[in-house]
């Protein structure tokens, strides 16, 4: 939803009756008359996004009581992530600082590397139970929204490979995606597709998004058939080198059909990703995710979507570069190891030789 920096001024019936506030900004001065607070709240307020609202507050002390309200901020995030207005979802977001504003604020920006802390937290408790709410929009409209808890402190958990799976195994969603034949299909699937994966720590009250809005990549299956879009976050690992990331990937996997001939949602998960290739248990994702709930984050100036989707896809095509060098270093390093162990194998075999010849 677009949004000013200023707030039209009302009809002079209003203007008459009403007072003048004076609201100073960039050294120049503008006269906003002061409307009835029912009928900015109405027509209004209740008309801006996130940012704008968050704008809007900084105006004058009215606007920054009115804006401030958490009925306001509660909308606003519903209609961004229809997955927070469920129940349970809502009493969690109700128990943050500020409520649903401070949840909005945390949830909003895409998280990137030189968001995570320099330093490790002081006091940094990992989150006992998270989760997770995805929404998935086709085209600008809604085709899936589910909301998933994970407990966190069980043994399985921490020691098998992390993952969160927002599907079981033998359930679908129906969808009016048709499925993509060539190339420029695949592409154009890309471009129509955005995802939002809201990780939430209840007890530290928390949020983060991990979803690089676009897909970074769309392709099919080579064995199966079916197309898969990859959501990619690259975050930096803190227990490793300071050259280290990891990636969050998200896996969206679409399949089989429906009636009308739309493919349906087969699976959506999460997993972390080292840099070998690995995918990081329980314990060891955790860690880089408690940490990342530390970056800074907040509602500021944000970049245009194309430049964040840019920025998005570049950091990923830079971590496959990384882990394309880091492979072929290790093959050279393997190759380097074989000559010399085959070099000193033969060096064993001709000490032999001549130590049995001069016998």
């Avoid at 007072?19 to 002061?34: D, L, R």
């Avoid at 469920?86 to 504003?101: D, N, W």
């Avoid at 194998?345 to 001069?358: Q, R």
Wanted: glycine share 6%.
């Amino acid at each position: 939803m677009a949004s000013s920096s200023k707030l039209p001024v009302p009809p002079s019936s209003f203007a008459s009756t009403a007072e003048t506030t004076t609201v100073h900004h960039g050294g120049s001065s503008s006269f906003i008359s002061a409307i009835h607070p029912d009928i900015l709240y109405t027509h209004v307020l209740t008309r801006l996004d996130g940012p704008a609202l968050a704008y809007v507050a900084c105006a004058s002390k009215e606007l920054k009581s009115l804006a401030f309200q958490d009925d306001l901020w509660n909308k606003i995030c519903c209609s961004t992530w229809p997955s927070t207005d469920m129940p349970r979802l809502r009493q969690v977001i109700s128990t943050f600082p500020h409520g649903a504003r401070s949840f909005f604020s945390a949830s909003l920006p895409l998280l990137s590397i030189d968001q995570a802390p320099t330093a490790p937290p002081v006091v940094s408790n990992s989150p006992s139970e998270l989760f997770s709410a995805v929404d998935i929009y086709y085209r600008n409209e809604l085709i899936f929204s589910r909301v998933v808890e994970t407990e966190t402190e069980s043994w399985w958990f921490r020691c098998l490979p992390f993952r969160i799976d927002m599907l079981d195994p033998k359930d679908t969603c129906p969808t009016p995606i048709p499925r993509p034949d060539t190339q420029d299909d695949h592409l154009k699937l890309a471009e129509d597709l955005t995802l939002s994966w809201i990780l939430i720590d209840a007890a530290g009250r928390r949020a983060m998004n991990l979803s690089s809005h676009k897909p970074v990549s769309v392709q099919r299956h080579w064995l199966s058939g079916e197309v898969q879009a990859q959501f990619s976050l690259i975050l930096a690992s803190k227990k490793r080198s300071s050259s280290e990331f990891v990636q969050c990937g998200i896996l969206v996997t679409y399949g089989g059909g429906t009636s009308s001939g739309g493919m349906l949602v087969k699976e959506v998960s999460l997993q972390v990703e080292d840099m070998d290739g690995m995918f990081l248990n329980g314990k060891d994702s955790l860690g880089i995710l408690n940490t990342s709930f530390e970056g800074k984050k907040g509602i500021k100036r944000r970049r245009k979507e194309e430049e964040e989707e840019e920025e998005g896809r570049r950091r990923y095509e830079g971590f496959l570069k990384m882990k394309r060098e880091r492979k072929e270093r290790k093959l050279r390093t393997e190759d380097t190891l074989d000559t010399l162990c085959v070099g000193f194998g033969i060096l064993i075999l001709a000490c032999i030789g001549l130590f049995v010849f001069l016998r």
